[in-house]
């Protein structure tokens, strides 16, 4: 949180509802989808030229991947979950190294056999 409040000065409150609840990520699906949404915002701020929210897109992403890798890290979690947050984590530092080519990179990770081995897909996952 000391990340998110940080920035907030930086700009000014403008944009509290974009960043409301970004950070949810308990399924790989919904990790996925909270990089998406952080991507769009980053691509938005940086095509208005506003290179304080734009960072601050980049600060909360390094907070999920901090959070992800405390979860990963934990020995009291489920160890299927524990591989989720670490698979996450390295998500989230693609991400944050490479955004232009993060999707096509993830696109090919999850077709990669040790990934479909660590995670099969669930018929419930379609939802």
């Not at 949404?37 to 907070?63: G, I, N, Q, T, Y």
Request: overall charge negative.
């Amino acid at each position: 949180m000391r990340v998110v409040w940080s920035t907030r000065s930086d700009t000014e409150g403008r944009y509290e509802e974009e960043f409301s609840d970004l950070l949810h990520f308990s399924t790989l699906d919904e990790a996925e989808m909270c990089l998406v949404r952080l991507d769009e915002l980053l691509r938005k701020f940086l095509l208005e030229s506003d290179s304080h929210a734009a960072e601050r897109v980049r600060e909360v992403a390094r907070l999920g991947r901090r959070r992800a890798e405390m979860i990963a890290r934990n020995h009291k979690v489920d160890a299927r979950k524990r591989a989720e947050k670490e698979e996450i984590e390295h998500w989230f530092g693609i991400w944050l190294e490479t955004p232009d080519a993060f999707f096509d990179w993830l696109e090919v990770r999850k077709q990669a056999p040790d990934f479909q081995k660590r995670f099969p897909h669930s018929p419930d996952e379609d939802n």
